[in-house]
């Protein structure tokens, strides 16, 4: 009862708030290209960085530029980051673990902004952008976008009740503002019915665990390790889902550390995962892309307690993708800057 109380409260404040912007109470910032928004109405991890980084790939394949304009969600330095042409100088510390990711996967600026509008009149500047990718941006209504893509996986329908009776940001039907709805594969019937007023806008994606490397950039192949037995570590917004998708490859997973979504790594969190690696005889320590923007620090450490990191590369696999860029180039055409 509690929580349901709790919910209805959070719900008279979303809904609040995107009245006062629905009617133009509240002002909205445009900018001077065309603005993509990626987006999710849940809490947890979804996908949407690694679906911002697809969709800056495929756009930079088609000769079109990119840049991301992200919050840096639990950085240190909070002062607004451009991240153009000095790349090396910048830490994940001061642009956020996703954000560095992304910085070593791509050639595009990044944008850094705690409120994320504030940024616009630095990107108006930029040379080199021809569109703009808000990762996160659903809920960023101050800012003005031309596209809302939003990320749907299976947790979010298992219990699709707001916040903190369930792990909704905003309701579901909320979902009209989104040009696309990318639902995961997997979802089971009885939740698809949740969305079926949107069901033109469904487009299927999936996540997939692409490679394996070692600490030395070298490619792992799994099947070495199939008879080995492994301990995870992970601090993302869904961690089971992580040892799920290893599950097959590696059946011997022994142990799993898992962390809150962005956490920080001190000396004494490896301490105590190197202890129980080594009283357990496991060598294989296997983590995220995102945790090892933070755990490569202490590789030497590592090393010398005979433990091999192994960092998994998960990418998104997303069905008729082909509609979505059909929409950006229509945008492209028609766009005219705001005067």
Same mark, same amino acid.
């Given at each position: 009862?509690?929580?349901?109380?709790?919910?209805?409260?959070?719900?008279?404040? %979303?809904?609040?708030?995107?009245?006062?912007?629905?009617? #133009?109470?509240?002002?909205?910032?445009?900018?001077?290209?065309?603005? *993509?928004?990626?987006?999710?109405?849940?809490? /947890?991890?979804?996908?949407?960085?690694?679906?911002?980084?697809?969709?800056?790939?495929?756009?930079?394949?088609?000769?079109? #530029?990119?840049?991301?304009?992200?919050?840096?969600?639990?950085?240190?330095?909070?002062?607004?980051?451009?991240?153009? #042409?000095?790349?090396?100088?910048?830490?994940?510390?001061?642009?956020?673990?996703?954000?560095? &990711?992304?910085?070593?996967?791509?050639?595009?600026?990044?944008?850094?902004?705690?409120?994320?509008?504030?940024?616009?009149?630095? *990107?108006?500047? &930029?040379?080199?952008?021809?569109? *703009?990718?808000?990762?996160? /941006?659903?809920?960023?209504?101050?800012?003005?976008?031309?596209?809302?893509? %939003? &990320?749907?996986?299976?947790?979010?329908?298992?219990?699709?009740?707001?916040?903190?009776?369930?792990?909704?940001?905003?309701? @579901?039907? $909320?979902?009209?503002?989104?040009?696309?709805?990318?639902?995961?594969?997997?979802?089971?019937?009885?939740?698809?019915?949740? @969305?079926?007023?949107?069901?033109?806008?469904? &487009?299927?994606?999936? #996540? %997939?665990?692409?490679?394996?490397? $070692?600490?030395?950039?070298?490619?792992?192949?799994?099947?070495? @390790?199939? $008879?080995?037995?492994?301990?995870?570590?992970?601090?993302? /917004?869904?961690?089971?889902?992580?040892?799920?998708?290893?599950?097959?490859?590696?059946?011997? *997973?022994?142990?799993?550390?898992?962390?809150?979504?962005?956490?920080?790594?001190?000396?004494?969190?490896?301490?105590?995962?190197?202890?129980?690696?080594?009283?357990?005889?496991?060598?294989?320590?296997?983590?995220?892309?995102?945790?090892?923007?933070?755990?490569?620090?202490?590789?030497?450490?590592?090393?010398?307690? /005979?433990?091999?990191?192994? %960092?998994?590369?998960?990418?998104?696999?997303?069905?008729?993708?082909?509609?979505?860029?059909?929409?950006?180039?229509?945008?492209?055409?028609?766009?005219?800057?705001?005067?």
């Amino acid at each position: 009862m509690f929580l349901y109380l709790l919910s209805k409260f959070f719900s008279f404040i %979303v809904e609040t708030r995107n009245f006062l912007f629905d009617t #133009k109470i509240f002002s909205i910032v445009l900018a001077n290209s065309p603005v *993509i928004s990626i987006g999710n109405v849940s809490f /947890g991890g979804t996908g949407k960085t690694p679906f911002t980084i697809l969709l800056a790939r495929l756009l930079l394949e088609r000769n079109i #530029k990119p840049a991301i304009l992200s919050r840096g969600y639990k950085r240190i330095d909070k002062k607004i980051q451009i991240v153009e #042409k000095n790349k090396n100088a910048f830490s994940w510390e001061q642009i956020g673990d996703e954000m560095y &990711l992304t910085l070593q996967k791509l050639d595009v600026t990044l944008v850094i902004s705690q409120k994320k509008y504030k940024a616009i009149p630095y *990107i108006n500047k &930029l040379e080199n952008c021809d569109i *703009i990718l808000v990762d996160d /941006g659903f809920q960023h209504r101050k800012l003005h976008r031309d596209l809302d893509i %939003v &990320l749907i996986d299976k947790e979010t329908l298992n219990k699709p009740y707001l916040f903190p009776k369930g792990i909704l940001r905003e309701p @579901l039907k $909320n979902l009209e503002r989104a040009d696309f709805i990318l639902l995961e594969d997997g979802v089971d019937e009885q939740n698809k019915q949740h @969305l079926a007023q949107f069901s033109e806008r469904i &487009l299927k994606y999936r #996540k %997939v665990i692409k490679d394996f490397y $070692n600490s030395n950039n070298e490619k792992v192949n799994p099947q070495e @390790l199939a $008879n080995e037995k492994i301990a995870l570590v992970s601090a993302i /917004g869904r961690n089971e889902n992580f040892r799920q998708s290893l599950e097959k490859l590696f059946p011997e *997973i022994v142990i799993h550390f898992k962390f809150r979504d962005h956490h920080y790594y001190s000396t004494s969190d490896v301490e105590k995962i190197i202890e129980q690696i080594k009283s357990l005889n496991i060598h294989y320590l296997v983590t995220t892309e995102k945790d090892y923007v933070k755990l490569k620090t202490f590789q030497k450490k590592f090393i010398e307690n /005979g433990i091999e990191l192994v %960092v998994a590369v998960l990418e998104l696999e997303v069905e008729k993708i082909e509609l979505i860029f059909d929409a950006v180039e229509k945008i492209l055409k028609n766009y005219a800057k705001p005067k």
